[in-house]
């Protein structure tokens, strides 16, 4: 009887991070434990096609990023969508680090419930299920994901028979799961945190001190939200 190979994982989390906040950091501390992961790299978005421009440039963002994550031996910051000219997709980004990892190493693509409500709009998106396993991560106030019944009937055919229940399964596979993850809701969000910084107020113990003293630096969202 054939052996059963046991992958290890590592996290990718995608997003505009803008800013960065500890609903993401929780979030992306809990699963490295849940799941477990070796490592998690936050992989902030470029230019991403399905929604507006970030308010704050690429490069500020990663160095939020890595204000927030520099003392967290388990966590990276990958820039290679900033770096990257034109519109970024994750295709493209997932085939690269695909391409950079053992074949024993699992990719575990971080997404928000909305987000992966909208990923038939993304490009290329039926290839991502060869590429790596979908962690989802229910937000609050907003429509939480936890079997395929919760999908729309586009979705619904593709992921029926890839749903996992356990984060051990995860192991068993090189791709294609999807799995919800039990994290903790923090309700904090990047848009709350630009309305607050543009309102005059406070927006501390929402985010870390070394990125809000970035922030306040160079006077990001202060002009809108």
Same mark, same amino acid.
């Given at each position: ?5 046991? +992958?290890?994982?590592?996290?990718? +989390? $995608?997003? =505009?991070?803008?800013?960065? @906040?500890? $609903?993401?950091?929780?979030?992306? &501390? ?6 477990? !992961? ?23 963002? #990663?160095? !939020? ?11 990276? #910051?990958?820039?290679? &969508?900033?770096?990257?000219? $034109?519109?970024? +997709? ?5 085939? &690269? ?8 190493? #699992?990719?575990?693509?971080? =997404? %928000? ?16 299920? *060869?590429?790596? @396993? ?6 609050? *106030?907003?429509?939480? /994901? ?17 749903? #996992? ?10 791709? $294609? ?7 903790? !809701?923090?309700?904090?969000?990047? =848009?709350?945190?630009?309305? /607050? /910084? ?10 870390? &001190?070394?990125?809000?003293? @970035? /922030?306040?630096? @160079? %006077?990001? +969202? =202060?002009?809108?939200?």
């Amino acid at each position: 009887m054939a052996e059963t190979v046991q +992958y290890s994982l590592t996290g990718i +989390y $995608g997003g =505009t991070f803008d800013p960065v @906040h500890y $609903g993401h950091l929780r979030v992306a &501390e809990e699963l490295t434990d849940i799941l477990p !992961l070796d490592h998690l790299s936050f992989l902030p978005a470029g230019r991403p096609r399905l929604r507006n421009a970030p308010f704050v440039s690429g490069e500020h963002r #990663v160095a !939020l990023l890595r204000e927030a994550v520099y003392n967290n031996p388990r966590f990276l #910051v990958d820039d290679r &969508e900033i770096r990257r000219p $034109g519109e970024t +997709y994750s295709v493209e980004s997932l085939q &690269e680090i695909r391409q950079e990892y053992k074949e024993s190493v #699992v990719l575990c693509f971080i =997404t %928000g419930a909305d987000a992966f409500l909208r990923l038939p709009h993304w490009h290329r998106w039926r290839e991502l299920f *060869g590429l790596c @396993h979908f962690i989802i991560v229910n937000r609050p *106030g907003s429509v939480q /994901i936890n079997n395929p019944s919760s999908l729309p009937d586009e979705l619904q055919d593709i992921c029926q028979s890839r749903w #996992v229940t356990a984060a051990a399964e995860l192991k068993n596979s090189p791709f $294609g799961l999807i799995f919800t993850a039990p994290t903790t !809701l923090l309700d904090i969000s990047s =848009t709350r945190i630009r309305n /607050i /910084i543009a309102s005059g107020m406070s927006a501390r113990y929402l985010l870390p &001190e070394s990125v809000l003293n @970035h /922030i306040n630096e @160079h %006077g990001f +969202y =202060t002009g809108g939200k």
